[in-house]
């Protein structure tokens, strides 16, 4: 398995910019379809994006499309997020997360091992 912190979580105004990053050890980090989740106090555990051990294939949940990046650089064993537009209602605890296998539908159940996240504030 492979492990993950995360950071660059942080208090920004709505309307800012956050990049988040997952570091990633062990030699397999190029093996997995990595993801991004998020989760706001008192609601389950939300997906957010998923990129595949390529980079060649990327989803996102609908609430952040046009607004997120996930991308990742195999070479530093790293995983990003850049969070632009940032709302309130994005604040939540954001994790990365590796995924058992190729495909994923965003079921956090399909992923195996997780970081311990880093909290995003953003301020009306």
């Known amino acids: 398995q492979v492990q993950l912190v995360e950071s660059g979580g942080g208090l920004v105004q709505a309307g800012g910019s956050l990049r988040l990053s997952c570091a990633a050890s062990?030699?397999?980090?190029?093996?997995?379809?990595m993801g991004w989740f998020r989760q706001a106090p008192g609601k389950e555990r939300e997906f957010v994006a998923a990129?595949?051990?390529?980079?060649?294939?990327?989803h996102y949940v609908d609430s952040v499309k046009g607004r997120f990046a996930i991308s990742r650089d195999n070479a530093k064993n790293t995983l990003y997020l850049q969070m632009n537009s940032l709302k309130p209602e994005d604040t939540a605890v954001y994790y990365c997360?590796?995924?058992?296998?190729?495909?994923?539908?965003?079921?956090?159940?399909?992923?195996?091992?997780w970081g311990q996240g880093t909290q995003v504030t953003v301020s009306s």
């Open positions: 990129i595949s051990w390529s980079g060649d294939s990327r």
């Open positions: 062990g030699r397999t980090f190029s093996r997995y379809t």
């Open positions: 997360a590796s995924a058992r296998g190729y495909y994923t539908t965003g079921d956090p159940a399909e992923f195996g091992s």
